[in-house]
Antibody, heavy 122, light 107 residues
Protein backbone atom coordinates (compact mmCIF):
# COMPACT_ATOMS: atom_id res chain seq x y z
CA UNK A 1 0.00 0.00 0.00
CA UNK A 2 1.00 3.62 -0.43
CA UNK A 3 3.30 4.99 2.26
CA UNK A 4 4.45 8.55 2.80
CA UNK A 5 7.53 9.76 4.63
CA UNK A 6 8.33 13.37 5.47
CA UNK A 7 11.89 14.60 5.76
CA UNK A 8 13.72 17.84 6.34
CA UNK A 9 15.45 19.97 8.96
CA UNK A 10 14.01 19.77 12.43
CA UNK A 11 15.20 23.26 13.34
CA UNK A 12 14.74 26.44 11.32
CA UNK A 13 15.73 29.96 12.31
CA UNK A 14 13.16 32.75 12.44
CA UNK A 15 12.70 34.63 9.15
CA UNK A 16 14.21 31.75 7.18
CA UNK A 17 12.46 29.26 4.90
CA UNK A 18 11.18 25.89 6.06
CA UNK A 19 11.71 23.18 3.43
CA UNK A 20 10.23 19.70 3.67
CA UNK A 21 10.02 16.74 1.32
CA UNK A 22 7.50 13.94 1.31
CA UNK A 23 8.51 10.71 -0.41
CA UNK A 24 5.79 8.42 -1.71
CA UNK A 25 6.35 4.69 -1.98
CA UNK A 26 4.26 1.65 -2.78
CA UNK A 27 2.10 3.30 -5.41
CA UNK A 28 1.79 5.83 -8.18
CA UNK A 29 1.62 9.56 -7.59
CA UNK A 30 -0.23 10.15 -10.83
CA UNK A 31 -3.61 11.84 -10.90
CA UNK A 32 -3.70 12.53 -7.20
CA UNK A 33 -3.66 15.65 -5.12
CA UNK A 34 -1.13 15.64 -2.30
CA UNK A 35 -1.60 17.73 0.78
CA UNK A 36 0.39 19.26 3.58
CA UNK A 37 -1.17 19.57 7.03
CA UNK A 38 0.38 20.75 10.26
CA UNK A 39 -0.51 20.25 13.89
CA UNK A 40 0.20 22.32 16.97
CA UNK A 41 -1.09 21.93 20.50
CA UNK A 42 -2.58 25.41 20.33
CA UNK A 43 -4.19 25.55 16.88
CA UNK A 44 -4.77 21.87 16.29
CA UNK A 45 -4.77 20.50 12.76
CA UNK A 46 -4.35 23.10 10.02
CA UNK A 47 -4.58 22.39 6.30
CA UNK A 48 -1.69 24.09 4.51
CA UNK A 49 -2.54 23.23 0.93
CA UNK A 50 -2.53 20.64 -1.81
CA UNK A 51 -0.74 20.14 -5.10
CA UNK A 52 -1.61 17.92 -8.05
CA UNK A 53 0.84 15.96 -10.13
CA UNK A 54 -0.16 18.30 -12.98
CA UNK A 55 1.10 21.23 -10.95
CA UNK A 56 -2.30 22.63 -9.97
CA UNK A 57 -2.34 23.76 -6.37
CA UNK A 58 -4.40 25.48 -3.73
CA UNK A 59 -3.39 26.69 -0.31
CA UNK A 60 -4.85 28.08 2.86
CA UNK A 61 -5.31 31.83 2.46
CA UNK A 62 -3.82 32.30 5.91
CA UNK A 63 -0.50 30.93 4.62
CA UNK A 64 -0.75 31.48 0.86
CA UNK A 65 1.69 34.36 0.63
CA UNK A 66 4.41 32.22 2.22
CA UNK A 67 3.71 28.75 0.79
CA UNK A 68 5.16 27.04 -2.25
CA UNK A 69 4.36 23.43 -3.09
CA UNK A 70 5.65 21.26 -5.90
CA UNK A 71 5.62 17.69 -7.12
CA UNK A 72 8.42 15.67 -8.67
CA UNK A 73 6.84 12.45 -9.99
CA UNK A 74 10.18 11.11 -11.24
CA UNK A 75 11.43 11.11 -7.66
CA UNK A 76 8.00 10.32 -6.15
CA UNK A 77 8.34 13.42 -4.02
CA UNK A 78 6.24 16.36 -2.92
CA UNK A 79 7.89 19.47 -1.53
CA UNK A 80 6.78 22.25 0.78
CA UNK A 81 8.48 25.57 1.28
CA UNK A 82 7.20 28.01 3.90
CA UNK A 83 8.94 31.36 3.96
CA UNK A 84 9.54 33.96 6.66
CA UNK A 85 8.86 31.54 9.47
CA UNK A 86 8.22 32.54 13.06
CA UNK A 87 7.79 30.60 16.28
CA UNK A 88 4.12 30.25 15.36
CA UNK A 89 5.15 27.91 12.54
CA UNK A 90 6.59 25.40 15.00
CA UNK A 91 4.53 22.28 14.41
CA UNK A 92 4.42 18.68 13.34
CA UNK A 93 4.12 18.71 9.56
CA UNK A 94 2.32 15.89 7.76
CA UNK A 95 1.92 15.04 4.12
CA UNK A 96 -1.15 13.12 3.04
CA UNK A 97 -2.81 11.92 -0.12
CA UNK A 98 -6.11 13.52 -1.02
CA UNK A 99 -8.46 10.66 -1.79
CA UNK A 100 -11.99 10.40 -3.08
CA UNK A 101 -14.42 7.69 -4.17
CA UNK A 102 -17.48 7.29 -6.34
CA UNK A 103 -19.42 6.05 -3.34
CA UNK A 104 -19.22 9.27 -1.33
CA UNK A 105 -18.92 12.97 -1.97
CA UNK A 106 -15.97 15.07 -1.03
CA UNK A 107 -12.36 14.19 -0.40
CA UNK A 108 -10.39 12.96 2.57
CA UNK A 109 -6.80 12.53 3.65
CA UNK A 110 -5.55 8.98 3.42
CA UNK A 111 -2.91 7.83 3.97
CA UNK A 112 -0.77 10.18 6.06
CA UNK A 113 2.94 10.26 6.62
CA UNK A 114 4.23 9.79 10.14
CA UNK A 115 4.88 13.52 10.50
CA UNK A 116 7.99 15.52 11.20
CA UNK A 117 8.48 18.07 13.96
CA UNK A 118 9.84 21.41 12.85
CA UNK A 119 10.90 23.90 15.51
CA UNK A 120 11.45 27.55 14.66
CA UNK A 121 14.06 28.98 16.98
CA UNK A 122 17.31 30.90 16.88
CA UNK B 1 -13.68 29.61 6.51
CA UNK B 2 -16.00 26.90 7.82
CA UNK B 3 -15.54 26.49 11.56
CA UNK B 4 -15.78 23.01 13.03
CA UNK B 5 -16.57 22.41 16.69
CA UNK B 6 -16.65 19.16 18.63
CA UNK B 7 -18.18 18.10 21.91
CA UNK B 8 -17.18 17.01 24.35
CA UNK B 9 -13.53 18.03 24.26
CA UNK B 10 -12.73 14.97 26.33
CA UNK B 11 -14.51 12.06 27.91
CA UNK B 12 -13.73 9.14 30.13
CA UNK B 13 -15.24 5.79 29.32
CA UNK B 14 -14.89 2.13 30.13
CA UNK B 15 -14.26 -0.81 27.86
CA UNK B 16 -17.59 -1.95 26.49
CA UNK B 17 -19.22 1.49 26.71
CA UNK B 18 -20.98 3.16 23.82
CA UNK B 19 -19.37 6.50 23.05
CA UNK B 20 -20.85 9.34 21.03
CA UNK B 21 -18.90 12.35 19.76
CA UNK B 22 -20.57 15.31 18.12
CA UNK B 23 -19.19 17.58 15.42
CA UNK B 24 -20.87 20.76 14.25
CA UNK B 25 -20.11 22.86 11.19
CA UNK B 26 -20.63 26.62 11.05
CA UNK B 27 -22.57 26.23 7.80
CA UNK B 28 -24.24 23.52 5.75
CA UNK B 29 -21.60 21.08 4.50
CA UNK B 30 -24.00 18.42 3.18
CA UNK B 31 -22.20 15.17 4.04
CA UNK B 32 -18.69 16.37 3.22
CA UNK B 33 -17.49 15.28 6.64
CA UNK B 34 -14.70 12.91 7.62
CA UNK B 35 -13.58 11.42 10.94
CA UNK B 36 -10.03 10.54 11.98
CA UNK B 37 -8.50 8.76 14.95
CA UNK B 38 -5.15 9.86 16.31
CA UNK B 39 -3.08 8.05 18.88
CA UNK B 40 -0.30 9.74 20.81
CA UNK B 41 2.73 10.46 18.65
CA UNK B 42 1.09 9.04 15.52
CA UNK B 43 -0.52 10.51 12.44
CA UNK B 44 -4.30 10.71 12.16
CA UNK B 45 -5.96 7.68 10.63
CA UNK B 46 -9.09 7.87 8.49
CA UNK B 47 -12.13 6.17 10.03
CA UNK B 48 -15.20 7.54 8.26
CA UNK B 49 -15.64 9.53 5.05
CA UNK B 50 -18.69 11.11 3.51
CA UNK B 51 -20.22 11.32 7.00
CA UNK B 52 -21.15 7.64 7.19
CA UNK B 53 -18.93 5.50 4.94
CA UNK B 54 -16.62 3.22 6.88
CA UNK B 55 -13.05 3.14 5.64
CA UNK B 56 -11.85 -0.31 4.64
CA UNK B 57 -10.29 -2.18 7.55
CA UNK B 58 -11.94 -0.04 10.23
CA UNK B 59 -13.94 -2.12 12.75
CA UNK B 60 -17.69 -2.04 12.34
CA UNK B 61 -18.14 -0.76 15.91
CA UNK B 62 -17.34 2.66 14.45
CA UNK B 63 -20.17 4.46 12.70
CA UNK B 64 -20.92 7.97 11.52
CA UNK B 65 -24.12 9.83 10.87
CA UNK B 66 -25.46 13.28 10.22
CA UNK B 67 -25.77 15.86 7.48
CA UNK B 68 -25.77 19.60 6.90
CA UNK B 69 -24.33 20.99 10.13
CA UNK B 70 -24.60 18.23 12.74
CA UNK B 71 -22.66 14.98 12.73
CA UNK B 72 -22.00 12.13 15.12
CA UNK B 73 -19.30 9.53 15.50
CA UNK B 74 -20.39 6.52 17.54
CA UNK B 75 -18.19 3.79 18.92
CA UNK B 76 -20.18 0.76 20.00
CA UNK B 77 -18.56 -1.38 22.69
CA UNK B 78 -15.39 0.63 23.24
CA UNK B 79 -12.23 -1.44 23.01
CA UNK B 80 -8.80 -0.79 24.60
CA UNK B 81 -7.41 0.10 21.19
CA UNK B 82 -9.98 2.91 20.82
CA UNK B 83 -8.55 5.19 23.49
CA UNK B 84 -7.35 8.07 21.33
CA UNK B 85 -8.27 11.52 20.07
CA UNK B 86 -10.91 11.88 17.37
CA UNK B 87 -11.13 14.71 14.84
CA UNK B 88 -13.77 15.69 12.33
CA UNK B 89 -12.85 17.48 9.09
CA UNK B 90 -14.92 19.15 6.39
CA UNK B 91 -14.12 18.90 2.70
CA UNK B 92 -17.03 21.00 1.50
CA UNK B 93 -14.82 23.95 0.67
CA UNK B 94 -11.28 25.14 1.00
CA UNK B 95 -9.60 25.87 3.25
CA UNK B 96 -10.34 22.41 4.58
CA UNK B 97 -10.79 22.66 8.33
CA UNK B 98 -10.67 20.29 11.28
CA UNK B 99 -12.46 20.15 14.58
CA UNK B 100 -10.40 20.66 17.76
CA UNK B 101 -10.61 17.01 18.71
CA UNK B 102 -12.22 14.83 21.36
CA UNK B 103 -9.93 12.85 23.62
CA UNK B 104 -11.30 9.52 24.79
CA UNK B 105 -9.51 8.11 27.79
CA UNK B 106 -9.98 5.32 30.27
CA UNK B 107 -12.32 5.81 33.19
Amino acid sequence: QVQLQESGPGLVKPSETLSLTCTVSGGSMSDYYWSWIRQTPGKGLEWIGYVHTSGRSNSNPSLRSRVTMSVNPSKSQISLRLGSVTAADTAVYYCARVTNAISAPGTWFDPWGQGTLVTVSS
Amino acid sequence: DIQMTQSPSSLSASVGDRVTITCRASQNINIYLNWYQQKSGKAPKLLIYGASSLESGVPSRFSGSGSETDFTLTINSLQPDDFATYFCQQSYSTPFTFGPGTKVDIK
